[in-house]
């Protein structure tokens, strides 16, 4: 696996704080999951220094494109935007172990907040396409974050959005709205990203109900091939808890493993 | 017409093929699909320390202008793994291996060298003596020209392989240090290890890594480094291994030129994953360019005048 350039086909903002990104992967050659992330250098210089990791928004088979769904937070995500359909993108990946759908799984429950909506949405996508219906609760801070997510609900998915301006994104108030989605829907197996309080929250439950569960990590990344030993996070094995990779053995693990610190 | 190009290089009595191989830490297993090891100068991998070790607190690593500052603390499965997985595995290669020790005590670099060199994939040591030394003040070994001196006489006591002594900047006077290095039996010498360094969040007001000091490393520390491998050429004759910063094949022809007779490269291959190989590549060119034939031919010569101590 080697870096390849892309070429941009748009990028474009589509709300107050999120930009979407989309480019020609048509030489890439290794098979794209849901939850796997590529490695973007945000501009043509060493300025930002670092490659960002970005996980994958929209995989895009026949078409050989790929798109990511950004928030503009720091000097990376705003280089980013300066670039335009045409010019060409440094992308490394795909990297890290993506979400696991098992056959027998014929509903799914959602749970995103954030910048991590983008990273479930690509997951929504592979869902309808086997026939598994989604349900999914998605969390941000305002209704103008959650422009972006309205692309979930294309790909047939039951959505419920919570915000924090309308003070419907609290913990107890998702954790109603995650039981009665439990007592409506033959849920199998429930995925998470984006927040820790909210990861927290669906280990409980999962637990409680003998739910398997997966979740996407985000942690600050080194080189992304798993030889620094950077973006580290600790994992339940057996009685003992043990350091892994978040780019390596991440950035989806089974959820009960994880240590939400 | 192609002229032949020589590039291998010597540390002590390993022959590498070429000047161009990996920082310890910044290499891996991981690496193997993504460029070719066999095209390397040798291959390092990560600091191995006798007992696993867990790693520091994330963030363990923070973007600064021009390069990084990490923490990663070692985190190590420990001697016996090495020993099962690691040396084996790089033992299918060709390209030499060079083991990267960390150790808290000079007993323990003796032991961990012993049992590590007496394999016969191992071309040569690199010991990295910028870890502090826990049965001391907690200050690292390369910071103390006796104990540096004391810790590679140890070494150099249970094997006739190469020892390299990766040495750290974090010191008055380099010179001091590398001729103690010498002094106790070092064949070559890496210049150099991380600078200290620290980077804070004016938001939180928190440190921007988990163990609140870490090194800095990538191009805002090149200058620093090619003048501490200028430094070091000057007052010994071993070969120097740089380390520090270097980006493409210019930057480390300026290593090469400052004294360097070979060079690890770290921080790039995070930014760009096949940079090794590129800047052998970029290498090859100036030397193409220039009518250079042989790389040795350009080790130390840098056209420099008198100079200050200081540089003031």
């Known amino acids: ?261 | 017409m192609t002229t032949e190009l020589k590039m291998s290089v010597n540390i002590g009595s390993l022959t590498l093929a070429n000047p161009i191989m990996p920082a310890s830490g910044a290499f891996g297993e991981d690496m193997e699909g993504i460029i070719d090891f066999n095209q390397l100068g040798a291959v390092v991998p990560k600091s191995i320390t006798k007992h696993p070790r867990k790693g520091n607190a994330t963030p363990r690593v923070c973007e600064t202008p021009a390069g990084m500052i990490n923490s990663i603390g070692i985190q190590s499965k420990g001697i016996d793994y090495y020993m099962e997985n690691v040396i084996p595995y790089y033992g299918r290669y060709q390209t030499p291996l060079i083991s990267s020790i960390s150790a808290d005590s000079i007993d323990e670099f003796a032991e961990m060298a012993s049992i590590i060199a007496g394999t016969k994939e191992v071309a040569a040591l690199e010991l990295n003596i910028s870890c502090p030394n826990l049965k001391g003040n907690g200050a690292a070994f390369g910071m103390d020209a006796k104990l540096t001196r004391e810790l590679i006489s140890e070494v150099r006591k249970v094997t006739e392989k190469p020892l390299i002594a990766k040495l750290t900047p974090n010191v008055t006077s380099i010179q001091e240090i590398a001729l103690a290095a010498e002094a106790g039996g070092a064949d070559g010498l890496n210049v150099a290890n991380t600078l200290l360094a620290m980077a804070i969040d004016v938001h939180t007001r928190r440190p921007r890594i988990g163990n609140v000091l870490g090194g800095l490393s990538g191009p805002a520390v090149k200058p620093i480094i090619v003048r501490m491998i200028y430094q070091v050429h000057q007052v010994t004759n071993l070969p120097i291994i740089g380390c520090g910063g270097v980006m493409n094949g210019e930057d480390a022809l300026e290593m090469i030129l400052a004294g360097a007779s070979a060079v690890q490269v770290g921080t790039a291959s995070f930014v760009q994953p096949t940079a090794m190989l590129d800047i052998l590549e970029e290498i090859k060119q100036y030397m193409v360019q220039y009518g250079i034939t042989d790389i040795n031919s350009l080790v130390g010569q840098v056209a420099a005048g008198k100079h200050t101590t200081e540089g003031c």
């Open chain 1, 1 to 261: 696996m080697k870096p390849i350039q892309m070429k941009i086909c748009s990028n474009q903002q589509v709300s107050q704080r999120y930009w979407h990104m989309k480019v020609d992967a048509s030489e890439l050659t290794e098979p794209v999951m849901p939850g796997q992330f590529f490695q973007l250098r945000c501009g043509h210089d060493l300025n930002p220094f670092l490659r960002r990791p970005f996980s994958i928004y929209r995989i895009n088979r026949e078409e050989k494109t790929l798109e990511f769904l950004y928030l503009v937070k720091g000097a990376g995500t705003q280089r980013l935007t300066l670039m335009q359909a045409g010019d060409s993108v440094d992308v490394f990946g795909p990297l890290g172990t993506p979400f696991v759908l098992e056959d027998e799984w014929k509903t799914i429950l959602l749970l995103a907040r954030g910048v991590g909506i983008a990273t479930l949405a690509a997951l929504a996508q592979d869902a309808a396409e086997k026939g598994v219906q989604a349900v999914a609760i998605l969390s941000a801070r305002s209704r103008n974050d959650l422009l972006a997510a309205e692309t979930l609900q294309g790909f047939g998915a039951k959505v419920l959005f919570v915000t924090d301006e309308e003070q419907t994104s609290g913990v107890d108030s998702v954790r109603e709205q995650i039981e009665s989605l439990l007592a409506e829907h033959p849920i199998q197996a429930a995925f998470t990203c984006g927040s820790k309080r909210l990861s927290r929250l669906l280990q409980e439950i999962t637990a409680q109900h003998g739910i398997p569960g997966q979740i996407a990590l985000e942690e600050h990344m080194g080189c992304a091939m798993g030889v620094c030993f950077a973006c580290v996070c600790d994992v339940r094995d057996g009685e003992y808890l043990k350091t892994v990779r978040v780019c390596k053995e991440g950035p989806v693990f089974p959820l009960e493993k994880v240590v939400l610190g």
